[in-house]
């Protein structure tokens, strides 16, 4: 069967006793599904009530268990039988959104009224209180926070099911989801999701538009694909258990335009956005990045963009981290970051207001190669310059066009000649004084010294001497 056949399957066979007609004949439908990519003989999860998708056999014995067991209740986003993955695969040649059951993310983008609309009724749908009097959580907020503990305490799904049958027997008035899956879907609705994008090994290339259907990188040739070595002269493209194929690198970038249409949507948001023009104080005191001469000569440059106060500008900060927090296990992934400017000072540099723009992987530092990486952000604040996207601003309850520019980098020097591609080694080290520099060469050490930058001071100033 053809996989356009099962976008329409019907769930609510799901949760029925064992005996119940519509359950086999959805079990049936589930089987077909989920096994259309498998190849002969190969294993894949059983979503029965009592393996809960921890263990794995052949598709008659998931068949078989599902039928005598039922099938485990609350398990509607197929995600470990390939409901979703066709989307990540897609996003891994052409770039789309990664969300399950998000055919209609690009849609909503386009009509923002429609979108807007979505948006609101999520909030109030979810934005119920957890049990009758609570003022500390709504259902959303305890379900973020469930999330958290998840991520940072590292629990598998098996122990968040465990761990919230718990809170459901202590708490029985609290509206709590009954597992991992409905947890999931509810915050689905908030529409933030990242696109993967397959890179080369040795960082070239991204397989991404022109390069996204080739199986190996165009300029070094390396495999696109993890292979398992069968013998000396022969390997195999290692793949997941519905068949696909397993990439090398990926490149997790999450999109920017939704980012900032979901500032405007806030109320609270979409005033803190326009701070910089309406609230900042006007003293000639240094309080907010408006205050420099960067910001200043931008305007005179570029009135239109500076005539409308909710266009964003944003400041970009990248530099490489140890995900393991071990350094006997050295490994260097790259999270780029962008900080908000339009947003109050006292806010703008607060984690919770950093937009992730993506998490360039590891092993090993790309280098002057980053800027293979940073290809979607520059093609989306490009666009996000001569186009805008449509916006909806619930503070003045009107659509409007939210454009943004760039106004800096935050950076080390390491990073900066990563960023810049100016060197930061050597005789012109200094990006400020160029060609104007007052380096000398260690006869003896070998190396560059900066040893005349004290004429800067003051001239009464004692380091002078």
């Not at 379900?143 to 465990?162: P, R």
């Not at 205050?291 to 970009?316: C, G, I, Q, S, Y």
Request: one cysteine or more; proline letters at 5%; glycine letters at 6%.
């Amino acid at each position: 069967m053809d996989f356009q056949d099962f976008t329409t399957i019907d769930k609510s066979w799901i949760g029925l006793p064992r005996d119940d007609d519509a359950l086999k004949a959805g079990v049936q439908k589930f089987i077909d599904y989920a096994s259309q990519d498998l190849e002969s003989g190969q294993n894949f999860f059983c979503p029965c009530k009592d393996c809960n998708n921890n263990k794995r056999d052949l598709v008659s014995v998931v068949h078989g268990y599902i039928l005598w067991n039922g099938f485990m209740p609350g398990y509607v986003d197929w995600v470990y039988h390939g409901e979703g993955e066709d989307q990540v695969m897609e996003t891994t040649n052409t770039g789309n959104v990664v969300q399950d059951d998000d055919e209609e993310m690009s849609d909503l983008l386009q009509e923002m009224n429609y979108d807007a609309s979505n948006f609101y009724k999520f909030l109030n749908d979810a934005q119920v209180s957890l049990y009758p009097g609570c003022e500390i959580f709504s259902r959303l907020s305890f379900i973020v926070h469930l999330l958290h503990v998840k991520s940072l305490g590292f629990l598998n799904i098996k122990g968040f099911d465990a761990l919230l049958g718990l809170l459901t027997k202590a708490f029985p008035d609290a509206k709590l989801p009954k597992n991992f899956y409905e947890a999931r879907t509810t915050i689905k609705g908030l529409g933030l999701g990242y696109i993967l994008i397959d890179a080369c090994v040795n960082d070239c290339v991204l397989f991404w538009k022109e390069n996204a259907d080739k199986s190996s990188c165009p300029v070094c040739h390396a495999s696109r694909w993890k292979t398992t070595e069968l013998n000396v002269d022969n390997e195999s493209i290692r793949r997941t258990p519905r068949g696909k194929n397993i990439s090398v690198k990926q490149l997790r970038y999450f999109p920017l335009n939704p980012r900032l249409q979901r500032l405007f949507m806030s109320s609270n948001t979409a005033s803190d956005m326009q701070y910089h023009a309406k609230k900042r104080s006007k003293d000639g005191v240094l309080r907010h990045p408006i205050d420099v001469e960067t910001w200043k000569t931008f305007d005179k440059k570029h009135p239109t963009f500076a005539a409308d106060p909710r266009n964003v500008r944003l400041a970009l900060a990248t530099d490489g981290m140890n995900p393991f927090g071990n350094m006997l296990h050295p490994h260097s992934i790259w999270p780029v970051v962008l900080i908000n400017y339009n947003l109050p000072p006292w806010l703008c540099m607060k984690e919770e207001n950093f937009i992730l723009s993506m998490i360039i992987p590891g092993p090993k530092s790309t280098g002057n190669d980053i800027d293979v990486y940073l290809q979607p952000l520059i093609e989306e604040l490009k666009e996000l310059w001569d186009e805008g996207v449509e916006t909806y601003d619930i503070s003045r309850k009107e659509n409007f066009k939210c454009r943004a520019a760039l106004l800096g980098t935050i950076s080390d020097f390491l990073e900066l000649a990563m960023l810049s591609w100016w060197s930061t080694k050597g005789e012109f080290a200094c990006p400020c004084c160029g060609p104007d520099r007052c380096s000398e060469r260690l006869s003896n050490g070998g190396k560059y010294c900066y040893m005349h930058h004290r004429r800067y001071l003051p001239a009464g100033h004692h380091w002078r001497h």
